[in-house]
């Protein structure tokens, strides 16, 4: 990995150099766009309104206009900014974890110590997870005033951009204003439902179908052009009907029981899986023998 940034964090007259790292990355296909006729390759030009020249990037700058002038924002003009020159992670408050609302996450960082001596790190990481506290932090980064959650994960401090809050917004569902009765049956069948569905999570378990598909259908196309056959390659599928259910407890029901059934034959799955993986032993015993 290489790191993006480097500052200090600074929390009173703590001083925690650290170098910034992006924690994510992005596995999608890489796809262009083409001229449907002929395949060709559409490609996009930086072209000035008033001489009609290519632009270099090198040679171009950022500008406001309000309506009636513009004013031009050059490169040098953002780096004099004041928080753009702050190298700075300053936490202002420490707040209960739970109080973190998970829609205003963003994109999250890796913090690495950079000083010799990785004690100021440390501590910091033991004491949010000794108090189980989240620090709230503010700095600039790509010319922008962040505010971040700083948590552990693992040995790692991680920093986690956070939306403003006029960033996230206000929602109102007349439908929702309508009430509605629940009975105690509905809700004992959604509980069991729930209990049929409840494991540890593993995000190791899933993986991005849509992604793996488009991968299929690329080497599928470029061993059979043209003859490509959607149905034999993914085989048939029935499309969701997406449509309202009508009977609510037999869709529960109907649900517990499939989940139940489903769980039962994975159950079964493993239980002789284990059982011939003891039964090998003492085959090769025997054979020994």
Not at 281 to 286: T, V
Request: glycine share 4%; proline share 3%.
């Amino acid at each position: 990995m290489r790191a993006i940034w480097k500052g200090a964090l600074t929390f009173g007259l703590v001083n925690v150099p650290v170098k910034v790292y992006s924690a994510t990355e992005d596995h999608d296909v890489s796809l262009h766009q083409v001229h449907a006729a002929d395949g060709g390759r559409i490609r996009y030009q930086r072209i000035c309104e008033i001489d009609g020249e290519v632009v270099p990037y090198a040679d171009i700058d950022k500008a406001y206009d309000d309506g009636e002038r513009t004013v031009v924002l050059t490169s040098d003009d953002f780096a004099a900014l004041p928080s753009e020159r702050s190298r700075e992670i300053e936490v202002v408050e420490f707040v209960p974890t739970e109080q973190i609302d998970l829609l205003t996450l963003d994109k999250a960082y890796y913090l690495e110590p950079d000083s010799k001596s990785p004690k100021a790190y440390v501590l910091l990481r033991r004491t949010l997870e000794q108090t189980d506290r989240t620090a709230i932090v503010r700095f600039a980064l790509r010319q922008k005033t962040r505010l971040a959650a700083l948590r552990v994960r693992g040995d790692v401090l991680v920093l986690q951009t956070l939306l403003w809050a006029d960033e996230v917004r206000e929602v109102a569902f007349p439908s929702l204003d309508e009430p509605v009765k629940i009975s105690s049956k509905e809700l004992e069948l959604s509980a069991s439902l729930v209990d049929s569905f409840s494991s540890d999570f593993d995000p190791t378990a899933f993986t991005d179908d849509y992604q793996q598909e488009l991968r299929t259908l690329i080497e599928a196309k470029l061993e059979q052009g043209d003859a490509f056959d959607t149905a034999e390659t993914f085989g048939a599928k029935a499309d969701a009907d997406g449509g309202e259910v009508i009977d609510l407890m037999e869709a529960l029901r109907a649900s517990v029981e499939k989940s139940r059934a489903a769980r039962g034959a994975s159950s079964n799955d493993a239980a002789s899986g284990a059982k011939s993986a003891e039964k090998k032993p003492a085959k090769k015993a025997s054979k020994a023998s």
